[in-house]
């Protein structure tokens, strides 16, 4: 059955490149998230919902090779 699944076809590889071309969901404007802290984003140890987020963000652009903004 394996070897079934490895040959590639036309209609697979068109497959796979609409697969990674689709976003998978988008991210919410920060301004939209509400901050219960009211250090967002100075505090780094933050559990707000917008701290959260803008912490997340700055990781995945440091892990992308981008700089953090």
């Known amino acids: 059955m ?4 490895s040959k590639k076809t036309p209609a697979k590889v068109a497959a796979a ?14 301004e939209d998230l509400e901050c219960r802290c009211g250090k967002c984003p100075d505090n780094p140890k933050t559990y707000c919902p ?5 912490i997340r963000r700055r990781k995945a652009a ?7 903004k």
């Not at 394996?2 to 699944?5: L, Q, R, V």
């Not at 697969?19 to 991210?27: D, E, I, Q």
């Open 2 to 5: 394996s070897a079934i699944g």
């Open 62 to 68: 440091t892990t992308n090779g981008s700089a953090a």
């Open 17 to 30: 490149r609409a697969n990674g071309k689709a976003t998978r969901f988008k991210l919410k404007p920060l």
């Open 50 to 54: 917008r701290g959260r987020a803008i």
